[in-house]
């Protein structure tokens, strides 16, 4: 028996010993180069929601286009994604290219299961800086963004006519002021609707922090008490404390017909929003309107889906050909006809079907001025803790001096998982 | 098993039929013994010898013992054979000894606890060993190609535990849950169950399985259901408290009024389950044991007192044990109502767990899963020493 417990304990110090944290190789890097040539052979392509259910049509044009290549298809539902993928990383079974959430890339890359973007192949200055930020972990690609989206504000067209708001706020002053004015002369309820916290209320709150001047992450250390980030904060809270915005959360399907009926003025959302207030009949009914300026720019919140080719790929260079072609302005914009994802791809907007369409110019144009939040694996957590301290603001039980700097102190004790 | 020994004797031709009681067990195994001979001489044999109720397991060493020096091999015609006489009591001292016998029986024995065995061990016992010993690294989501690549931290993570507000938060969130859930629930089911079982005769069924229809419905389908109800402007609810003049909360989104709505609708679907357990156990309770308290002159509550409620103990001991376990880990209703707020009203420790977990933070989580399952087994204890059975 001793000598069976003298055994387990020997076999338990060996386990132990061969734990402990290898330093970081630190430094940007760049990928290797891909053959040339057409793809061939089997490519697996994990790919979530609409886009998994779709992305058959634009694999079989590739096929087409690559006789020798075969690209299958496992449409992935998001609400499992993150841990199939986590799974399939420990357990070593990677597909050949997965899709992944923008927010989900520095964790990934951490692993050091992505394979390094080759830079002659997928070339940065084709995409929206934004987005192509998303794909970025310490100065590295491992991702590249596949589409887009970006956050506007909805406003219903009649309000805004009966409260005399005839053009879109140039500054965050005037957007105060429609948002009053649809309240009290155009008759809403509410003359903006903005998240009170909770799940994803950074989205919504982060770009008033960029339109200030200000950030979230410098590339040292977290920025989210300076000046500038608080005087967002303080601007988000004046909506509630003026009774312009609602403190109480709406579920998701209330905001649109909240909307349609004039309830609530204007809310910020993304693409979406187009398709299902356009199902509710209200199709001319609402307009758009590109964010405002603090002291800084008009900027908004860049999200979207990149896609990346893992380290364990069995058929790498045909996993990136697949990528680069998904990439092309033409592919990109058939996709937009497809699932109405907006093209990460610059030059894709180009293309008359998004041109010539007034409501997508004003996403256009906002995604020349979108950011994403750090790449860094923690974020999702840092998140949580600002969405937190947003709905004490939004509540009116915390000033927005002490929430940013609960803010900052969380996020710091988080670190940036380094 | 059936219970049917003059069945198994006609396989066994030499046993009396007085030994046969204790032969019970054994008799499917010896129908479909492969050498049927060698099974029957021995159980003639045990007739003839003493001791029926003899430990079954010497039992077996001997009788495989025998069989193996009569039999080409110990194979597995030989094990079978070893079921095949339990009750063979015969000078088992001498044959338990035998180290062959000892290994063979010991064969048998793993060969069919096996399959569950592997299992468990691999299913159950391997992830929850492994989960402690998470808990004592700093393993983050970022490690899962390097597992082993982890700094050893010890009890750190359980320390940071106890300084985390969030999880304070949590903790104070379940214990209300628990604390006032788990007695509502009790009371609400015993309720329920004593109403169906005096009164309602006729549409018993009917109502059972109305009680219990929440017990089975997908979480989801009920908080569309409830949001509905608990609308503040068009709800079911502050529709009717504005019919008598109150002016409703919104519910869900009310810091005050949160945590206690999810009391209710927990208690609500929860409440079918007990009422089934409470119900089985009153129809458990004598009927002569009433009439004697009639006769001895107790009104209906006295009887409820001291007659129906210490009858209930162990049936109440299992319905508080298995709502304590389930509200402990109370999780489903926060995470599909209210995401844990407004402002973490509704945290619960499950959720924050899963929380932690879906940040990656494995280590931290993990021993957050540990804490969550020392007070399990803390309350299940507390509760077996309050309601231990003093009935003798």
């Not at chain 2, 010890?154 to 859930?181: E, H, M, P």
């Not at chain 2, 156990?281 to 002159?297: F, V």
Request: hydrophobic share 45%.
């Amino acid at each position: 028996m001793t000598r069976r417990l003298l055994a387990a304990v020997a076999v338990a110090a060996l386990a132990l010993s061969a734990c402990g944290r290898d330093s970081d190789g630190g430094g940007a890097q760049e990928g290797e180069a891909v053959a040339g040539g057409k793809a061939s052979g089997d490519i697996t392509v994990w790919a979530m929601g609409t886009e998994g259910e779709k992305l058959s049509v634009l694999a079989d044009a590739f096929m087409k286009e690559n006789p020798d290549a075969s690209v299958k298809v496992t449409p992935v539902p998001w609400d499992g994604a993150h841990n199939k993928l986590s799974s399939a990383i420990a357990g070593q079974q990677t597909p050949d290219v997965t899709m992944l959430g923008t927010t989900w890339v520095g964790e990934f890359a951490k692993t050091g299961a992505l394979d390094v973007v080759p830079p002659d192949f997928v070339k940065e200055a084709d995409f929206f800086p934004g987005a192509w930020e998303t794909g970025v972990v310490d100065g590295t690609a491992y991702s590249v963004p596949w589409y887009v989206e970006t956050r506007l504000l909805y406003v219903n067209k009649s309000v805004a006519e009966k409260a005399g708001v005839t053009s879109p706020p140039k500054t965050w002053a005037e957007l105060t002021q429609a948002a009053k004015d649809m309240q009290a002369k155009g008759g809403a309820k509410w003359g903006i609707y903005l998240q009170p916290g909770q799940m994803g209320a950074w989205q919504t709150v982060m770009p008033f922090v960029w339109q200030n001047g200000g950030d979230i992450y410098d590339g040292q250390g977290f920025t989210l008490d300076s000046p500038e980030a608080v005087g967002a904060l303080e601007y988000y809270k004046s909506f509630y404390d003026a009774g312009l915005s609602t403190r109480d959360r709406l579920r998701e399907g209330e905001t649109e017909p909240k909307l349609l009926s004039g309830e609530i003025a204007s809310f910020v959302s993304g693409p979406w929003h187009i398709g299902l207030l356009d199902e509710l009949g209200g199709e001319g009914k609402y307009e758009l309107w590109p964010m405002p300026t603090g002291s800084g720019d008009f900027t908004s919140f860049i999200g979207g889906s990149n896609l990346a080719v893992f380290k364990g790929a069995k058929n790498r260079d045909a996993a990136w050909k697949f990528v680069s072609y998904l990439m092309k302005p033409d592919v990109q914009v058939k996709w937009y006809q497809t699932v109405a994802d907006l093209p990460s791809v610059q030059a894709a907007w180009d293309d008359e079907t998004l041109a010539g369409d007034a409501q997508l110019k004003v996403f256009g144009d906002q995604l020349d001025k979108a950011k994403a939040p750090p790449s860094i694996p923690t974020w999702e957590q840092i998140a949580a803790g600002i969405d937190t301290e947003l709905e004490k603001i939004a509540k009116g039980t915390e000033s927005a001096a002490d929430a940013a700097k609960a803010m900052q102190s969380q996020a710091t004790s988080i670190g940036t998982g380094g | 098993m059936p219970r049917r020994p003059d069945a198994a004797d006609t396989s066994a031709p030499g046993s009396p039929p007085d030994a046969a009681p204790n032969r019970v067990p054994a008799d499917p195994s010896e129908a479909s013994g492969p050498t049927p001979a060698t099974p029957s001489g021995e159980v003639s044999g045990a007739a003839s010898g003493e001791a029926p109720g003899s430990a079954a397991d010497s039992a077996a060493g001997s009788a495989s013992d025998v069989r193996s020096s009569r039999a080409p091999g110990p194979g597995t015609a030989a094990d079978s054979g070893v079921v095949a006489g339990p009750a063979v009591g015969v000078r088992s001292g001498r044959a338990a000894n035998s180290p062959r016998g000892g290994l063979s029986r010991a064969l048998t024995g793993w060969g069919f606890a096996l399959p569950f065995t592997l299992l468990f061990l691999v299913f159950t016992a391997g992830p929850v060993v492994m989960s402690l010993l998470m808990s004592l690294t700093d393993l983050r989501g970022t490690d899962l190609l390097n597992p082993f690549n982890v700094n050893i931290v010890g009890i750190d993570n359980y320390v940071r535990l106890f300084s985390d507000a969030k999880f304070l938060t949590a903790a104070g969130n379940t214990a209300v849950f628990v604390v006032v859930g788990v007695p509502l629930t009790m009371a609400l089911s015993l309720v329920v169950a004593l109403g169906l079982n005096s009164g309602l005769v006729r549409f018993q069924t009917v109502f059972r399985v109305g009680y219990y229809l929440p017990v089975v419905t997908s979480i989801v389908a009920i908080s569309v259901v409830w949001r509905f109800v608990l609308q503040p402007d068009t709800g079911l609810l502050n529709e009717i408290l504005r019919f008598v003049g109150i002016d409703g909360p919104n519910w869900l989104n009310n810091q005050t009024f949160a945590l206690p709505t999810l009391i209710v609708m927990g208690a609500w679907r929860n409440l079918g389950f007990g009422m089934v357990i409470f119900l089985a156990g009153l129809q458990a309770i004598p009927k002569d044991l009433y009439e004697a308290a009639t006769i001895d002159g107790a009104r209906r509550f006295a009887q409820f007192r001291y007659l129906t409620v210490p009858m209930l103990r162990p049936t109440m001991l299992f319905v508080a044990v298995i709502t304590t376990i389930g509200y402990v880990q109370f999780f489903e209703e926060p995470f599909v109502m209210t995401q844990g707020g407004p402002l973490d009203s509704t945290l619960s420790l499950a959720f924050h767990t899963y929380n932690q977990f879906g940040f990656g933070n494995y280590g931290y989580a993990s021993a957050m899963g540990y804490v969550l399952f020392v007070v399990v087994v803390l309350l299940s204890i507390v509760w077996f020493r309050l309601l231990r059975s003093n009935v003798e």
